[in-house]
Nanobody, 120 residues
Framework: QVHMVESGGGLVQPGGSLRLSCVAS????????MGWYRQAPGKEREPVAQ???????YYRDSVKGRFIISRDNAGNAVYLQMNSLKLEDTAMYYC??????????????WGQGSQVTVSS
């Protein structure tokens, strides 16, 4: 059994900052891709930032230079530092991870979601 628990998020004015955290726990042998998606009302879920299986970071163009993704040394936690937030960053943010629980295959797990609202 694997659990992904998120924290952070909230209400912030344009130009402000927020930090999201996500911790994976349970039976974890290895983690591949790990990162963040977001979904705004009426829109499809879209990737925001992620680490691939070898630790390279990728960002969607609209957040480059403003958001920073990081992981803890154990690799079971992922963070998203969001700076210079814009109105269009308002969305529910979801962490995810591809996790091998010892069965030889990777399964995608999602966090519960964290609401980020940017408003003046």
């Amino acid at each position: 059994q694997v659990h992904m628990v998120e924290s952070g998020g909230g209400l912030v004015q344009p130009g402000g900052s927020l930090r999201l955290s996500c911790v994976a726990s349970g039976t974890i042998f290895s983690i591949g891709d790990m990162g963040w998606y977001r979904q705004a009302p009426g829109k499809e879920r879209e990737p925001v930032a992620q680490f691939n299986g070898v630790g390279s970071a990728y960002y969607r163009d609209s957040v480059k230079g403003r958001f920073i993704i990081s992981r803890d040394n154990a690799g079971n936690a992922v963070y998203l530092q969001m700076n210079s937030l814009k109105l269009e960053d308002t969305a529910m943010y979801y962490c995810y991870a591809m996790i091998n629980s010892g069965k030889g295959t990777y399964t995608n797990y999602w966090g519960q979601g964290s609401q980020v609202t940017v408003s003046s």
